[in-house]
Every structure is written in structure tokens, then in C-alpha cells.
Nanobody, 124 residues
Framework: QVQLVESGGGLVQAGGSLRLSCAASGRTFSSYAVGWFRQAPGKEREFVAANSWSGGNTDYADSVKGRFTISRDNAKNTVYLQMDSLKPEDTAVYYC?????????????????WGQGTQVTVSS
């Protein structure tokens, strides 16, 4: 089992930045691929970013490419999502996810473990 706890959400003006953190506990975190997803009110949960177990491979949704950066510190069992140049349409609950494997994954159903989410609100 892996437990995930997100933090770092909040209210920010358009153009601003936030850094989300996802702290993992449980099994050896370095064996798990990780991802960030988000869900806006009335919309389905969508992929944001993914990172392989080693941190060497990443992928991003087109809507966040060039603005968001996923990274991880396996020594600290923590995954980060640096969000820059935020837009009102980035407003959502952001979820951290993890799954055992050496690849990186883009689909919700490929992830076995989920955090409780953290709210990000971007004002215009």
C-alpha cells in the first residue's frame, strides 16, 4: 500500500505560480511511477503530468506544456508539480497518483493509489 497526501494548493492570481507537493508513505516509493491529475467542477478528471519511477521520463498534457513541471525526490518520498503562468482555466482539484511500474502512465485507470486532492484556484 502507498498513502499519498497532497499539499500546496491555494488561491493565486493569473500569471502566478504554485508548487504542489505529494508526500508518499508505505512501500519503496522509488519503484512507483507517479502522476498528477485534475478535476474542475462539472468536468471529468484529466491527466496533467506523469513521471517514471526513476524520474528520467516525463509527459504532460498539451494544456500545461511549457508551464508545469513534474519532478520527484525519491529520498524524500515526494513528488512535486511546479505550476507557472497559471490561468483561470487551471482552477481545479489536483490529485497525485502512483502505481507500481517502471514506465510512465497517462490514464486514470493505470494508477492504483490516489491522494485526497488539493484545491487550486486561479483568479483573473
Amino acid at each position: 500500500q502507498v498513502q499519498l497526501v497532497e499539499s500546496g494548493g491555494g488561491l493565486v492570481q493569473a500569471g502566478g505560480s504554485l508548487r504542489l507537493s505529494c508526500a508518499a508513505s508505505g512501500r519503496t516509493f522509488s519503484s512507483y511511477a507517479v502522476g498528477w491529475f485534475r478535476q474542475a467542477p462539472g468536468k471529468e478528471r484529466e491527466f496533467v503530468a506523469a513521471n517514471s519511477w526513476s524520474g528520467g521520463n516525463t509527459d504532460y498534457a498539451d494544456s500545461v506544456k511549457g508551464r508545469f513541471t513534474i519532478s520527484r525526490d525519491n529520498a524524500k518520498n515526494t513528488v512535486y508539480l511546479q505550476m507557472d503562468s497559471l490561468k483561470p482555466e487551471d482552477t481545479a482539484v489536483y490529485y497525485c497518483a502512483a502505481t507500481y511500474g517502471s514506465n510512465w502512465y497517462l490514464r486514470l485507470n493505470e494508477y492504483a493509489y490516489w491522494g485526497q486532492g488539493t484545491q487550486v484556484t486561479v483568479s483573473s
